[in-house]
């Protein structure tokens, strides 16, 4: 039965907005946390390129070009290389210094939608335009194991520990313990979703929805929808949670990345309250 989704009256929040791409953007991963809590934030986009943005205050730091559609990236292992995916069904591993330089690491059947690094694993996970998503040993390259999706999927998203794995397809969302490889989530919604990306304290999972500008926040244990926002002028296709779960990024067809706080209200990096 899927959960029934009420109209829920919009949260106040202001996102921080992020512009530099010129099309629409697909897929979001923040690294790990590096020199005085900070962290990156890469970004896919169908211009044609990767970009690595600075979390906290939304600058543009380096950007790969491809000579096709980046539909996914993610960092590999660190914060100096990173894993894309696109229309050409290629994986490719950059070194953010060298931004011009790339390694094919394994080639898809068809366009890769969705690919994660799971330094926990030290694989890659990846997902193309069907519903199986692989995971990858990127050394060998061989696919090690698989996972079946009930319908075509739409994203996959990883814990920033890379211990929990969630699913976007069609309208479930589903989650898998990346040690036992045991699904422990899936349910319905009433909405096509584009994607459902899990807080680290794994308490609430944020959904895009395919047809529709809203972001949604859904209690991870009751799966009841708490929150909805609206920031974008396009439908969402992505979020991720940085490492310290207070805020979290979401891409869209209107070619931004966006930055919301988990906990509106708060000061944290460019958010300060306001004293009266």
């Not at 969705?114 to 519903?131: E, L, M, P």
């Not at 009433?190 to 680290?200: G, L, Q």
């Not at 070619?255 to 306001?274: C, D, F, H, I, M």
Request: aromatic content about 8%; hydrophobic content about 40%; glycine content about 6%.
């Amino acid at each position: 039965m899927p959960a029934t989704t009420f109209p829920l009256p919009l949260t106040q929040q202001i996102s921080l907005a992020c512009a530099g791409h010129t099309r629409p953007v697909v897929q979001l991963s923040f690294s790990n946390t590096v020199a005085n809590n900070h962290y990156y934030l890469i970004s896919a986009c169908k211009d044609y390129t990767a970009k690595v943005w600075n979390a906290i205050s939304g600058q543009e730091l380096v950007s790969f070009l491809h000579n096709n559609i980046v539909k996914c990236a993610d960092f590999a292992g660190s914060d100096e290389l990173v894993i894309t995916g696109g229309q050409d069904k290629a994986v490719r591993i950059f070194d953010v210094n060298r931004p011009d330089v790339s390694t094919t690491a394994v080639t898809h059947a068809a366009s890769v939608r969705s690919v994660k690094w799971s330094s926990h694993r030290n694989v890659a996970i990846s997902a193309d335009t069907g519903r199986q998503i692989n995971i990858i040993d990127v050394r060998a390259p061989s696919v090690v194991k698989t996972l079946d999706a009930p319908e075509n999927i739409a994203s996959i998203s990883l814990t920033s520990d890379g211990r929990m794995l969630s699913c976007a397809a069609g309208r479930r969302i589903l989650a898998w313990d990346i040690d036992s490889f045991d699904l422990v989530k899936d349910f319905a919604v009433d909405y096509d979703v584009s994607v459902a990306a899990i807080n680290p304290a794994r308490t609430r999972i944020v959904v895009g929805g395919r047809s529709d500008l809203l972001i949604r926040s859904c209690d991870f244990e009751s799966e009841k929808q708490i929150a909805t926002h609206k920031g974008h002028h396009g439908p969402v296709h992505d979020a991720c949670f940085s490492p310290d779960g207070h805020v979290y990024a979401t891409g869209s067809e209107d070619g931004t990345v966006r930055l919301w706080q988990a906990n509106p209200g708060s000061e944290y990096g460019l958010w300060k309250t306001r004293k009266i």
